[in-house]
């Protein structure tokens, strides 16, 4: 796009306009895409965004490009490590943001503007790929893309537009559209061979790639195959880095009277919410605790003594306390703060030009990723009501019991003695594509193709916690006859108890290996998602008009999703602690057609438009429109904006997904803001309406001569509607809101006679509206520095808005939130900046990027010190929820130690975090204590590599 712009300035005034969808000019970095720096490649080609083909690369595309020299540079062995870096991206599902959660472990997906990943199309070469991720409780959302199964070595660039594209490409492209183009010509070999580590040493990564390109039958047949492997091993978990081991969390202040508020908070004078160092867990220990009665707060040793629980800084609720507790926080040890995965590519593409007007293609591609994490221990947080007749009972325990002449207490654990549970993902991912492209005569050509793609994902959660038998284990009385503990379930013979082993809760270390063995076993879940596409489509000239020729672009497309799958019984009927579930089982089919239309009215002016009827088999028909208008008056400066109606189909997974179960820690309105552990049931809703998204963008595009370079900015606003939303509303807001008076919620949240929560279901509704606007800028100039250039080059997004609005009326901004509180979705900065600046010369090359995230608030849904609102005395409150301002410096470098015309023997290195910086310690989530999803948690970590091409 860089020499686009030069050429456009230089020599001619080609004003095509601009593509069907789009939404603003975004001008990539001079070089950024290979494909971009070469005058040879202009000709007539098609852009993201559009079914209409361009006279070369001077199309206005509103496309950011990151091409395969910036991938390199970053030695990238993931698609996703690059695109993040764009700040219209949040990269909410990436191995740093696994946690416990095991389902779509080692997925990366691409989410722009924060809407989630499945409002972003991802296509190959223009084409759809089949979904890789399915349901659970992790933050990569079902039906997504895992951007894993693209072959890093052999994507010559990304095209990514920034806003609806539904009438060109249907469902899904809500927020935007990622397409990757693969170097389908390429000529020759290439080979790279890297390691990484992370100063911890830790994150040790192997990555292998070669590939291949060649011609054959006098050139009328073109081969290209590659082969990509990469090996992560994965980080440490929170102890292992100096500032997570300060383990803060959230310390919840109560009500002294939660009936007479005026009695104030038990910490005086202090909000509802305390974020403290040295979070333990309050309720539970590792060695058991007893809750409630005249014997609460009584611990055992493994050797059957008690003594007093240390309860450090606690104010009566809560899970959480400061200081005292055990060693570690149960919530943060164990699981690994970048997960570990093992990958596979392979892709192959073979092209043969049937005749001078016909080519035939087909291509086939196979992904493997295995990936592992460590997730929860059993928490007993809930405690466990433990009778007198209990053999395990310690004899100090029998003697306080009978003096206070009770029959049973409440015994709460962390269950570390029976070891966390542990999960594996084997995804296998296969595409098949076969085609023709066709000259049909004058300016008229024709693209049909068949694709095929399946994922077979496998997911294993080893030593997962089975409820019923951990029922039956800890109630467990004398055997009257050889006097040795039974489960009271076996001695009255209950058949559902068979095997039952006595599970000893008094201690650490306490329960036998049989009790383990019992209690504990393997969930199962496998799923095959299927999709078929076919597509025809035409598109040409019509007729000249004063400012060029008239395009249209017609087609009609099919495509077919299904999906199936099988789990073990005890997964099916929800038995575990937490697992993956039970099975899903559903099918959607889709019939399409559009129309696409560029008249360029004058010299200066072109008008574009399209429209999409698609047919669902589930929801029936549903009409996406888009307009435009491009206004250049100079070479150097142009106006552009569009208009679009864009929808997003609810998947598979999101209609028919059936019931799977979680924990998640929750605030209850209803006691004193206390934080509890509650069960969390998740599931599809075969009654959803398509989403439907009114979007709209104006933008302007400066290129004028500055001295000795060309001066490249772009500046465009975006605003995205988006109604009917496929939502959860969350754990914690179905919980508010029922709080707050809206009845109808209220029946999502069971509670016990005691008025405690037990369950929440938190199913998918068309419930919300979703709001996001802001502002896209783009800048880059290059200058002759010495006997090389210098290329500067800017990328900002600002976010004045990223609005919830849930079925009650009630608002929630997440624009500015840069926290991502425990059990939701992280919100996104105000703006993010990232800079580089880039020194290239023969044979070396250096960058230095710069990458800034403005300050903002930890959970805008909250009120901290110094916000407008604050009022201790409200549930709202709390002490601190700001974060600063964050800037990383990350710095590459590659040296040619030979080269000769294309070939060349190329050294690299990468640092990222060039500064060891430490992300914000104070701002707990699912993840830890800070947000994974913004932050760098691994600290500073390099790279150094072997290139080879001849």
């Known amino acids: 796009m860089a020499n686009r712009l030069e050429n456009r300035a230089r020599n001619r005034r080609v004003h095509l306009g601009a593509s069907v969808i789009a939404l603003g000019m975004a001008l990539a970095m001079p070089g950024t895409a290979q494909a971009q720096d070469n005058e040879e490649n202009a000709g007539t080609i098609v852009v993201t965004g559009s079914r209409i083909a361009r006279d070369g690369l001077d199309a206005p595309t509103p496309i950011t490009v990151v091409g395969a020299e910036q991938i390199d540079r970053q030695g990238a062995t993931n698609l996703s490590q690059v695109l993040n870096d764009v700040p219209a991206f949040r990269p909410q599902s990436t191995p740093a943001t ?27 070469d223009g084409r759809r790929v089949v979904p890789a991720t399915v349901q659970g409780s992790s933050f990569a959302p079902a039906g997504a893309v895992d951007l894993n199964m693209v072959p890093t070595s052999l994507v010559q660039r990304a095209e990514v537009v920034t806003g609806g594209a539904s009438a060109a490409y249907g469902s899904d492209a809500v927020a935007g559209v990622v397409n990757l183009i693969l170097n389908t010509n390429l000529q020759g070999i290439r080979a790279s061979i890297q390691g990484g580590i992370t100063e911890q040493g830790d994150n040790e990564e192997l990555a292998l790639s070669l590939a291949g390109g060649t011609g054959f039958a006098g050139g009328r047949g073109r081969v290209v195959a590659g082969i990509d492997y990469v090996d992560n091993q994965g980080s440490g978990d929170c102890y292992s880095r100096d500032w997570c081991a300060l383990s803060y969390n959230t310390i919840s202040n109560p009500f002294v009277d939660p009936n007479d508020p005026s009695k104030g908070r038990v910490l005086a004078g202090s909000p509802a919410t305390l974020i403290m160092p040295n979070a333990r867990t309050a309720t539970a220990t590792v060695n058991g605790q007893i809750i409630g009665g005249p014997l609460a707060g009584t611990e055992f040793r493994p050797d059957g003594t008690l003594f007093k629980h240390d309860a450090g800084t606690y104010y009566g609720a809560g899970i959480f306390q400061s200081g005292g507790g055990d060693p570690q926080l149960a919530f943060y040890e164990n699981f690994p703060m970048s997960s570990p995965s093992e990958r596979l590519n392979v892709f192959s593409h073979l092209e043969y030009d049937v005749s001078d007007a016909i080519t035939w293609f087909a291509e086939g591609s196979f992904s493997k990723v295995s990936a592992n994490t460590i997730g929860a221990q059993l928490r007993d947080l809930a405690p466990r009501v433990i009778t007198r007749d209990n053999p395990f009972i310690p004899d100090a325990l029998a003697t306080q019991m009978d003096a206070a002449n009770l029959s049973s207490v409440r015994v709460s654990r962390i269950w570390n003695d029976l070891g966390a549970q542990t999960g594996t993902v084997d995804r296998k991912i296969y595409r098949g594509v076969t085609g023709i492209k066709a000259d ?5 050509t024709l693209d049909a193709y068949y694709q095929f793609g399946q994922t077979d994902y496998k997911q294993r959660s080893y030593n997962a916690n089975i409820k019923q038998n951990t029922i039956f284990a800890l109630d467990a009385v004398t055997d009257p006859v050889s006097g040795d503990p039974i489960c009271r379930a076996v001695l009255l013979g209950n058949p ?36 078929h596409v076919a597509s025809v489509a035409v598109q040409g000239s019509l007729f000249q008009l004063p400012g060029g020729s008239l395009g249209v672009a017609t087609g009609v497309e099919y495509r077919s999703d299904d999906a199936q799958g099988t789990a073990d019984p005890i997964s099916t009927a929800l038995g575990f602690y937490s697992g993956p579930g039970a099975p899903i089982s559903g099918s959607v089919d889709v019939w399409e057609g559009f129309v696409e239309v560029v008249a360029p009215v004058t010299d200066m002016v072109e008008l574009n438009g399209a429209v999409r009827v698609t047919d ?8 996406t429109w888009k307009v435009g208008a491009d206004f250049a008056p100079t070479d150097w400066l142009r106006f552009r904006a569009t208009r679009s109606r864009d929808i997003r189909a609810p998947n598979i997974f999101e209609l028919f997904g059936p019931l799977q179960n979680s924990f998640q820690s929750v605030n209850d309105p209803e006691n004193g803001n206390a934080q509890v552990l ?6 599809g809703n075969a009654n959803l309406e398509p989403e439907k998204a009114d979007s709209w963008t104006a933008g302007v595009v400066l290129q004028p001569r500055l001295g000795p370079g060309t001066l490249r900015f772009s500046l465009d ?3 995205i509607q988006l109604d009917g939303a496929v939502s959860t509303l969350g754990a914690q807001v179905l919980v508010d809101r029922c709080s707050g008076g809206s009845a109808e919620l209220c029946q999502f949240v069971d509670r016990n ?19 996001t606007r802001g502002w896209d800028i783009e800048a880059s100039y290059r200058i002759p520095a010495g006997n090389g250039d210098v290329t500067l080059r800017g990328l900002a997004t600002i976010v ?7 079925s009650t009326g009630k608002e929630q901004d997440r624009a500015g939130m840069n926290g991502s509180p425990v059990s939701q979705p992280s919100g996104v900065p105000r703006y993010i900046l990232n800079g580089y600046v880039t020194y290239t010369t023969d044979p070396f090359t250096a960058q230095l990027q710069v990458r800034h995230i403005s300050a903002g608030a930890y959970n805008t849904s909250l009120v901290g010190p110094g916000d407008e609102g604050y009022d201790p005395m409200r549930g709202n409150s709390i002490n601190d929820n700001h974060i600063g301002g964050w800037t990383y410096f990350n710095l590459n470098a590659s040296y040619d130690v030979w080269s000769k015309g294309d070939s060349r023997l190329q050294l690299f290195g990468v640092v990222n975090n060039l500064f060891d910086k430490d992300p914000p310690v104070d701002a707990p989530s699912s993840f830890g204590p800070t947000n994974n999803v913004l932050y760098d948690v691994l600290g500073r970590s390099y790279r150094l590599g072997v290139r080879f091409s001849y």
């Not at 669902?616 to 009409?623: A, I």
């Not at 004045?800 to 849930?806: F, N, Q, R, S």
């Open 753 to 771: 006679a005691s008025g405690e929560i037990t369950t929440i279901r938190n199913f998918n509704f068309n419930l919300d509206t979703l709001i």
């Open 678 to 683: 509650a069960s969390v049931l998740l599931g």
């Open 98 to 124: 696994t946690a416990i959660f095991q389902n779509n472990i080692g997925a990366n997906t691409a989410d722009l503007r924060g809407l989630g990943a499945n409002r972003t199309l991802v296509l190959i």
């Open 616 to 623: 669902y088999s589930t929801s029936g028909s549903v009409t």
């Open 496 to 531: 559902a108890a068979e095997g039952c082993e006595p599970l000893n809760i008094f201690g650490n270390g306490s329960p036998s290996a049989a009790a383990a063995a019992y209690v504990n076993g393997t969930a199962m879940q496998d799923t095959t998602l299927k999709q």
């Open 717 to 719: 606003y975006y605003d």
């Open 800 to 806: 004045d808005d990223l609005i919830t609005v849930d």
């Open 440 to 444: 049909l005569g004058g300016s008229f």
